[in-house]
């Protein structure tokens, strides 16, 4: 498994434990740093994903939520709107990942982690972030 998938999982693992027990952000960060010794580079990936999904969250459940047709969000599964989160987070705000490897990424963690469906829902909302991004970027360069 790349160190990275591995970081992933951690931030997703770290994202939904903070959510069901509501502990403080930076303890759930030192547990999921604390699990096992990891490269310095891992380990700072996981700290700025992590934060950066905190910092976020709601930001991209509203990017999550305009794109949902005919779907209310309260009916979207949690690990699903995580692993979203984490994906937006990636796209807008950590530029050392191409964004079709964070889609492919996000996919196969929904496929590991989620129910049957929850690959093809991630991959079709992360797509319709991914094409607003670039739409925003090119209106930014005009």
């Given at each position: 498994?790349?160190?990275?998938?591995?970081?992933r999982?951690?931030?997703?693992?770290?994202?939904?434990s903070?959510?069901?027990?509501?502990?403080?952000?930076?303890?759930?960060?030192?547990?999921?740093l604390a699990?096992?010794p990891?490269p310095?580079k891992?380990?700072?990936?996981?700290?700025?994903?992590f934060?950066?999904?905190?910092?976020?969250?709601?930001?991209?459940e509203?990017?999550?939520d305009?794109?949902?047709?005919n779907?209310d969000?309260?009916?979207?599964a949690?690990?699903d709107?995580?692993?979203?989160?984490?994906?937006?987070?990636?796209?807008?705000?950590?530029?050392?990942v191409?964004?079709?490897?964070t889609i492919?990424?996000?996919i196969?963690?929904a496929?590991?982690?989620?129910?049957?469906e929850?690959s093809?829902?991630?991959?079709?909302?992360l797509?319709?972030?991914?094409?607003?991004?670039q739409a925003e970027?090119?209106i930014?360069?005009?």
């Amino acid at each position: 498994m790349h160190p990275r998938r591995k970081a992933r999982e951690r931030v997703l693992q770290g994202l939904y434990s903070m959510d069901i027990s509501h502990e403080d952000k930076d303890k759930v960060l030192a547990d999921i740093l604390a699990r096992d010794p990891l490269p310095k580079k891992i380990q700072l990936f996981i700290k700025e994903l992590f934060m950066t999904c905190v910092d976020k969250r709601t930001w991209c459940e509203e990017k999550i939520d305009s794109h949902l047709q005919n779907w209310d969000m309260d009916r979207v599964a949690l690990l699903d709107k995580l692993v979203l989160v984490m994906g937006i987070s990636e796209i807008y705000f950590i530029d050392e990942v191409p964004p079709k490897v964070t889609i492919s990424e996000a996919i196969e963690i929904a496929k590991e982690f989620s129910t049957e469906e929850s690959s093809s829902f991630v991959n079709g909302i992360l797509d319709a972030v991914y094409k607003d991004n670039q739409a925003e970027k090119t209106i930014d360069a005009d």
